[in-house]
């Protein structure tokens, strides 16, 4: 380091800087994660940032018109709608997900999807170019208006970009890029951080959509800065369990559409499959008769998706009672336990406790309350609830049942699915225009009446 480079001391979860080292980030109090940089000079090394030679204009809103075509929609339904009806033109999209989750897949099946209408840029920095040829030729990929750069230098990449045109251009993954001219290895912050600036920059000023690949850390959050989320347009999230075949895809930040809205596929040995109707792939494999299990809907983004949730309540062996949450909220449950003690008088303080939703699914809605707690009661006690009842409502401190939104899409996905019997707070009644044959409704005001039915 020549003596005039100045060097700056970044969080590594967050992104604050600091002159000094500090073993404690005064950003998010995070332990041992400030770590060296050299400052940025970012004005005088990085000559690509300006890629026009530009004068600032002004316009009113009325005069700004929108192209004819605003967004590509790539066919993948679950993907589309998760971006909010298509990829915006001069968006920049962070994918994230666990190693192997299914990244760069979903990458190489948007360029199969969009191969005959346009020019595809797919940038890896982790595989070889026959690697990527093989997993392509996998996926139906062929046509030559997709090509396949294995390239860590970003500058490189934008200079090919501009200069060639393309329609939209995939980055696998921003931990491989880097910018010569700093003086970090490839996947510190400040390469990270830079390497995406760059990258937006070019996209907003030629209208390039960009698909980002960023890492997870080991606690889950996206590897690199903070800052990385807020500079990007949407932030999409790929979750589920290795060792299953389903993956979810989560809308985390959409500047283009609204978020907490879910796709769902399936990985198949042909790639991601669509899973177009997720609530009987999430109650496929259920048995009934057996207590403990009971079916809620919860609403992700703007679609009712009927979900499994299971307790197991087993006498305490040794010490403290166990509380396990998989899925669901592990205060939330606390919580659900604390009422059923205090309004029901149903005592789990020498029982181990355990929740699951099946299939994956991570419930935050308190929608999902009630059938938590049922699925608790019933495996408390022993008993089954009955297979074809769905249970939703939020639960309150003192045991009442408070309504929850959306509950006529709630019950209408029951219908579909074939439920019969609802329970739901007595205060959504109203909401409901048209009861769906076959479903009969129990609106009921607490939480007692509701477990009354278990029996
Ligand atoms: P990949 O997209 O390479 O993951 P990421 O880029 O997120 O690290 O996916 C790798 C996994 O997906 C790997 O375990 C193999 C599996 N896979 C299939 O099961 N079928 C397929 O058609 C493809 C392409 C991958
Ligand atoms: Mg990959």
Known sequence: MSPKQKSVFICSECGYESAKWVGKCPGCNAWNTMEEEIAVQTKASLS???????????????????SDEPRFVT????????????????????????????????????????????????????????????????????????????????????????????????????QTMQINELNSSPGSIVQVRESTN????????????????????????????????HIV???????????QSYRILRGIKNRFGSTNE???????????????NPSAMLLSGRMSDVSGGCITCVIEGTRPILAEVQGLVTPTGFGNARRT??????????LLLAVL????????????????????????????DLAVAMALVSGYRDIAIDENLIAFGEIGLSGELRSVPRAQARINEAARLGFTKCILPKACMKQISSTPKGLELIGVNSLGQAISIIK
Do not use: W
């Open 198 to 229: 760059l990258l937006l920059r070019t996209g907003k000023s030629l209208g390039i959509p960009i698909f980002i690949v960023g890492h997870v850390n080991k606690g889950g959050d996206i590897a690199g800065p903070k800052v990385m989320e």
């Open 48 to 66: 690509v940032y300006r890629t026009t030679q530009s004068v600032a204009t002004a316009r009113p809103l009325s005069e700004i018109s929108f």
């Open 341 to 368: 003690e205090k309004r029901l008088g149903i005592y789990f303080a020498n029982q181990d406790t355990y929740v699951n939703i099946v299939g994956g699914m991570r419930l935050d809605e308190p929608a999902a």
């Open 325 to 334: 949450a998989t899925g669901f909220d592990y205060n939330r449950l606390n």
């Open 75 to 174: 066919g993948i339904a679950e993907l589309d709608r998760v971006l909010g009806g298509g990829i915006v033109k001069g968006s920049v999209v962070l994918l994230s997900g666990d190693p192997g989750i299914g990244k760069s897949t979903i990458l190489l099946q948007i360029c199969n999807a969009l191969q005959q209408s346009r020019k595809i840029l797919y940038v890896s920095g982790e595989e070889s170019a026959i690697q990527i040829k093989m997993r392509a030729g996998r996926l139906g990929v062929e046509s030559d208006s997709v090509s396949i750069m294995t390239e860590t230098d970003v500058q490189a990449v934008c200079e090919y970009i501009m200069s060639e045109k393309t329609d939209i251009v995939m980055i696998d993954s921003i």
């Open 233 to 243: 347009d949407t932030v999409l999230y790929f979750e589920g369990e290795r060792n």
């Open 262 to 276: 879910i796709g769902v596929f399936e990985m198949t040995d042909v790639g991601l499959k669509e899973v177009e």
